[in-house]
């Protein structure tokens, strides 16, 4: 009986593991074909350095306000989870009180999400993430537009929408043609202070706002600051140095935190001489829109490029 026990047993159970066998070499067929299908594994390179994601997320967390406006820009915004505090637009981005700066583990965790966008990088929030076994993906900000085409790319790439980032750099780069072609360049003397909060941190000509506006013939004042090289190209200009260099246009990036204006501007002690405010030509910025490199790049190049045409058609008036 116990011979025939075993020869029943067998029976029963060789059927099932060849049955069981052909089962898996199909289920492991098949995820291969989708893996394939689908274009990972992929491979990304970022600033934190280069690494491989075997699937494509399906649950991001965005602690970047660029970030976040290039991946919904791509097509892969039903793929984001969560935004941090700052990621206001577009107005469908499923804002929290996550922090951009100071990226909490725990907080980010509770949301499980297989691909996390940061614009800080520390090497203790990346030990933790990389414990939870969570990727993290980092840009610094774009100095170029050349960098800033990079990130569509490699969020293309980390996400499964290749074409769609393809696309919008395509748009971004055409949209940037066609207001510097329809746009008169403005004269050679033109000069402008960029002011990024009321105690005079400027710009210079090498940042990437600089070398978008210079795209429209015009210069930073803040290029001769002392130490406009050694702060990265963001020196704090004063008073003094700025009634001196009496810019052709003003341009505000801090109407929104600051409440600068026109007249705000104006109303600065000596600042009425000033070229700019005389003629008119204070720009008021939106204040996210200046400082991020994302899809809007083109609004805030746009609104540049309305000013020198208003500029031109009141010297021809």
């Not at 107005?91 to 907080?107: D, F, G, M, Q, R």
């Not at 429209?216 to 990265?232: E, M, R």
């Amino acid at each position: 009986m116990r011979i025939t026990h075993k020869r029943l047993l067998a029976l029963v159970v060789l059927p099932s593991l060849v049955l069981s066998s052909i089962v898996a070499g199909a289920l492991t067929n098949a995820s291969a074909a989708s893996k394939a299908a689908s274009g990972f594994p992929v491979t990304i390179k970022a600033a934190d350095g280069t690494f491989t994601l075997h699937s494509k997320p399906t649950a991001i967390v965005s602690l970047s306000p660029t970030s976040t406006e290039i991946l919904y820009a791509i097509g892969a915004g039903s793929q984001v989870k969560a935004v941090d505090s700052y990621s206001d637009y577009p107005p469908n981005a499923p804002i929290t009180k996550l922090s951009a700066y100071t990226p909490n583990v725990e907080a980010i965790a509770k949301y499980k999400p297989d691909l996390v966008v940061v614009a800080t990088d520390t090497a203790s929030f990346n030990t933790q993430m990389a414990a939870l076994k969570i990727p993290v993906i980092y840009f610094t900000a774009a100095s170029n537009l050349s960098q800033a085409y990079k990130e569509y790319s490699a969020l293309g790439t980390a996400t499964g929408h290749v074409a769609g980032a393809k696309a919008e750099v395509a748009r971004v780069r055409a949209k940037i043609a066609h207001i510097v072609s329809a746009t008169p360049k403005a004269p050679a003397d033109s000069t402008y202070y960029y002011e990024l909060e009321p105690t005079y941190y400027s710009v210079t000509s090498s940042t990437f706002v600089g070398q978008l506006l210079s795209l429209l013939g015009l210069k930073s004042i803040a290029d001769s600051a002392t130490g406009a090289a050694s702060s990265g190209g963001y020196p704090q200009l004063n008073a003094e140095f700025i009634l001196k260099a009496n810019p052709t246009y003003i341009f505000l990036a801090d109407t929104i935190c600051c409440k600068a204006s026109a007249r705000t501007v104006g109303a600065r002690p000596g600042w009425s001489v000033l070229n700019a405010v005389q003629k008119g030509r204070i720009v008021a910025l939106n204040d996210d829109i200046a400082s991020r490199w994302g899809p809007r790049i083109t609004v805030l190049l746009q609104d540049v490029a309305n000013a020198l045409k208003a500029s031109k058609a009141a010297r021809t008036s």
